[in-house]
């Protein structure tokens, strides 16, 4: 149980929102968001690009972790970040902002090992995002 659990009106307790999320719970809700301001068929469509896109760039990522191009390392990074966090990866966000900031401090010995986490971290959430995807694709306005 999470410390800072409160109890609810039946004096039972429970985890407070977001603490302790489970990576596809987190995925769910970010989806959901993005549903609501942009409609399932725009999110279908971007996340469709997101999971076609990642693995290429995880491809990307592994040839700049194993090379001396820090700056597009870096970049390449910075910009699987972004995207992760549009869709609540918050692993993957996290793998890849640890592969940033390694770029940014030329830290290269730790960069294959932090590429692979960052694949890793993909794999893990690629069948839920997958299941979102179809889910988007299959809403009707």
């Known amino acids: 149980m999470h410390p800072h659990s409160a109890p609810d009106s039946n004096g039972d307790r429970h985890e407070p929102v977001g603490a302790d999320a489970s990576p596809a719970s987190s995925l769910r809700a970010a989806v959901a968001t993005l549903e609501s301001e942009l409609g399932p068929e725009a999110v279908a469509e971007v996340l469709g690009a997101f999971l076609i896109d990642t693995p ?8 700049l972790a194993a090379g001396v191009d820090q700056p597009a390392l870096r970049l390449a990074a910075h910009s699987l970040k972004g995207s992760s966090a549009l869709f609540g990866a918050l692993g993957l966000e996290d793998a890849a902002r640890a592969l940033e900031e390694s770029a940014a401090s030329l830290r290269r010995d730790e960069q294959p090992a932090l590429a692979a986490r960052v694949r890793s971290e993909f794999v893990g959430i690629q069948p839920e995002l997958e299941a979102l995807w179809r889910a988007a694709g299959s809403a009707s306005p």
């Not at 290429?56 to 040839?63: N, T, V």
């Open 56 to 63: 290429e760039r995880l491809d990307e990522l592994d040839r």
